[in-house]
C-alpha cells in the first residue's frame, strides 16, 4: 500500500485553454453561413398524434425550415439496446420531453420565436405513470410493440441471482429487517448544456462536432437518422462541459437532429439547448423503489432477498446495463450466502432514464448501507464491528460466485484509513441520537459507508479499447486513445502513462484530437472505464512502439534489444553514454524503411454471466471505497449542516493524483446532493424544477471541507495498474449521510433525497 | 455607448443596447470565454467584471456596460498569453475540470481577491458560492483561490 503524496502540482493538456477562456465548447464555434436549430416540445405526457402544423413557423422571418418525422431520410427510431426512441415523434407522444419537430433559423432568436408556432393535433391518452402499475399484467402499452420473454408488456429486462435457498434460510435466521426504500430522479447538470454542430463537407461527410461522451453512439444515432453509412459521418471532439455519464444518448440525438437539419439544408446547422431543454429532454438516473429483506444469523447477513424496480421511463435507453450493475452489487461489499434477487427496467410515461455516474449502484448503497446499520444496532453491536464480519476480504467469494482472488481486495484498508483519519469510533459515540445538549438545537451524528465496484463494462459489454501512438519526424510524438476527455483528464492520464513508459517528458507528447475516423471504436467512455481500458491500450501501444524501436536500433546502440531502455527524454543503450534523442532515433528508423507507429489494443480479460442464475465472474476486476461524513440536524428547522466529508478510495495505480483527489472531491460533493437536495420533481408526468433555482445542486456554501486518502495497490490485470476512480467516489456519500442523520436524529429514512422531518414546537421539553 | 473590455475601447451601436450582454459579448464580439449554463442568472457561468465588480451577464443588456470597464476572461492574462497569478494557481492546485465553469469562478474570485487580500477559507467559500461547479466538488478551487490571495494587495 503506498498512501498518496499530496501537495503535487496539477497537470493536464488543457488546462491553459480552460483558465483562459481559449478552450472551445461546442456553442463556442462558428461556422460561415451556419443556422440554429432548436427543438419544439408539446404540452402532452401521452397522446396519440394526428397532425403537426408548420405553415405558420415556416412563414416566420428568417426560418429556413421546419423539419418533422416525416421529413427524416432514415430511421426515425434509434437506441443504444432497443430502436424505440423516437428522434422526432412520429405516432405518439411517450413522454413531455418528446421533440415533435424541428426549427431551424438563421439566427438562433428567430427558431426560438418560430417555435412556438408549430402546432400539435393530438389525442391525450391517459399516460402511465407509475412503474408499479406499469409492470402488472393488462397495463396499457408505452410501446405497442415491445416484446419482452415473448409477450406484449412494459418490462425492458429483468435480472436475477439466485444463491442458495433463501426461504430455508430466513428460517435458520435470528431476525429478519424488511425495508422498503425510494429513491429519486437526478439530473446530471452537467453546467454545458448539450449542443451539436454539424457540417455537410465538400466530400460528402456529414462532419459533427458536439458536447457529448461517446462520439461512437453519436455517429451511429448521426448515421441513422440521414440512412447514411457510418464512415459518411465523422464525429469530432471539442471541450465537453461535463458528462456524468448524462452525455450519450440526449446529446447523440441534438447531434442527430443538427444533422438532419444540416443535410436537408445543406448548411452547417448548431443547435444548442438551453438549460430548461435539457433538463425537460435528457435522461435521467432511475429512480429505484427497492423491496430489501435480509436475514441476520450468529451477526452475519446469512439470507437477502431484494426486488427492485426502476423506472426506465419512456425509452429504454440503458437500462438493462444499469440494473445489471444493480443486481451484480446488490448485497454491497459482503458476503451473503443465500441470495434472491429480481430486477426489473420498466416502461412508462415519465421522462426516460439512463446512464448516470454510478451506474446503478448509489441506488442500492443507499439501501444496504442503511440496512447494514439497522442490523448492527438489532444485535447491540457497533456497524463498524457488524461490518468487519461480514465485509469481503481477500480470497473471498462474491454472491455471484467470484473469486476475489486476482487483485489485492482493500476493503479493509480503505475502511480502516477511513476510521483512522476521522477517529471514527469515538465521534459515534457522541452522537446526538434525537437528544440535543441543554442549549442547543443542533443534534450532531457520524455515519459512514461502504462499497465494492466492479470496473469497466462487466459482463454486459463488449470490453476493449485501442490506442495509437506515432513518432514524427522531430521526435515529437502523437498519442491518442479510443476514450473520450469530458472534462475528467482522461487525455492527460493518457499523456502521463505514455510519457511514464517511454521515459519522456509530458511535453514530446501531444494527444491527438480524437475523431470517430481515426480509431476504431472504443466503447463508450463511461463505468469508470477510460483509465482502465484507455491507460491498457496506450501501454499496449507504447510497448509496441519501444519494441519497433528496440529493433531498428539495437544496431546503432552496440546492444540487443533487451538492452535498450527509455529514460530521460532518450533512447540509451547499454551504458549511458551511448544514447539517441528520439529525433535522431526517427532519423535512424526512416533509413531503415521503419516507421515508429504503434497500434495497441487492451481487451478485457474474459468476464462471465448466466441470466438465469445470475452467476458468474461479473466483473474482472474490483476496487473499494469508503466515504464517511460528520453533520448537525437542527431539530427545530430540519436543517442539515455538512461538518465534514471524508473518503478513501483504492484506485490501483495512481495516474494523477490530483486529478484523483478532484474527483473524489466532486463525487462526495454531488453525492451529498442525491441525499440531502436534489430531486427532480415530476408531476403528472411534467418536470416542475427545469433550472437551478428549483433543481438545487450543491453550491460552496453547501458543503464542508472535505479529505481524501488514495490508496494504490496497482492491479495486475491492468496494463497501468490503474483502475478508476470516477463512478466509485459517488455511490457512498448518502447512505453515509442518511447513517448520520440517523445517528443525530433517531430517525430513519428511506427515501432520498432525505426530507427531514421538524420536531412539533409543542412537543419540545 | 461607449465601453472599454478587456482595455480596449469599443463604440457600440445604440442598437446594441437592448440586446442581451452575455449574448452579445459571445456573438457580436467573439468573447465565447463567458458560458451559458442556466440563462437564468443561477450558475454564474457567465460571469464578467464591470468596474471590478463581478456581474452574470445573461442578466444585462448590453447597455449595462456603457461608461463601464469590462473584464473577460480573455482579458486576465498578461502580454504574450502570461497567466495571471490566480490562473496559474487554478492550474497547479487541480481546480480545472471540465472547465465550464473556470472563466466565471476566476472571475469571481479575482473580483473577490481585489476586495479581500487574506482571505479565510470560509470567506473564499462564500465568495464563490453564487457560481456552480459540478465537477470539483469546489475544494481545489478554494485551495486555488487562498493559494492565489499573496498575489493581491
Ligand atoms: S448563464 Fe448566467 S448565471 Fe448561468
Ligand atoms: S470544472 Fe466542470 S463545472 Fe467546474
Redesign the pocket.
Known sequence: MKQAETGKKAWRNDAYSKVTGQAEYCDDLKVHGMAHAVPVYSSEVHAEIISIETEEARSFPGVLSVITAGDIPGEIRYGQIYKDYHMLADDRIRFNGDVIAIVVAQKREQAVAAAKLVRLNAKPLPPLLDPEEALKDGASLVHEDHIFEGKSCNITNHHKIRRGNVSAAFKECDFVIERKFNTQYIEHSYLEPESGLCIPRYDGVMEVMGSMQHPFSTRRFVAAILGAKLSDVEVRSVAVGGGFGGKDDTAALVCARAALAAKILNKPVKMTYDREWSFRESYKRHPYIIYYKMGIKNGKIHAAEVKIIADSGAYCSVTPWVTWRSTVQCCGPYEVEHVHCDTYGVYTNNVFTGAMRGFGSPQLNFAIEQLVDIAAEKLGISPVEFRKQNMLRQGSTTITGQVLDTHTVSLDQVFEETLKRMDYESKLAKCSRGRADENSDELYGTGLALSYRGMSLGAEGMDFNSAIINVQPDGSILLEAAIHENGQGAESAFILIAAGELGTSVDRIRYRQPSTSNIPDGGTTVASRGTIMGGGAVVTATRELKRKLAMALCCRLSCNPGDIRFFNDRIYGKTDDVFLTYEQAVHEMYLQQEIPYAFGVFKAPKVSWDEETGKGNAYFTWVYGCQAVELTVNRKTGKVKLLNMTAAHEVGRAINMPMILGQIYGGMAMGAGYGLMEEVKVKDGIIQNTNFNTYKIPRAADLPEMQAIVIENGDPLSPSGAKGIGEPANELMAPAIANAVYNATGIRYYSSPLKITVENENNNK | MKTTINNKVYELNDEAADRNL?DYLREELDLTGA????????????TILADNKAV????QKVSFIDGKEVLTIEGMSGPGGKLHPLQQSFIDCGAVQCGFCTPGMILTAHAFLLKNNNPSRDEVRKAITPNLCRCTGYQQIIDAIMNAAVNYG
Do not use: E, V
Not at chain 2, 458560458?35 to 457567465?46: W, Y
Not at chain 2, 452574470?56 to 442578466?59: E, F, L
Open positions: 452575455l458560458k451559458n449554463g442556466c440563462g437564468k442568472g443561477l450558475c454564474g457561468a457567465c452574470k451577464a445573461c442578466r
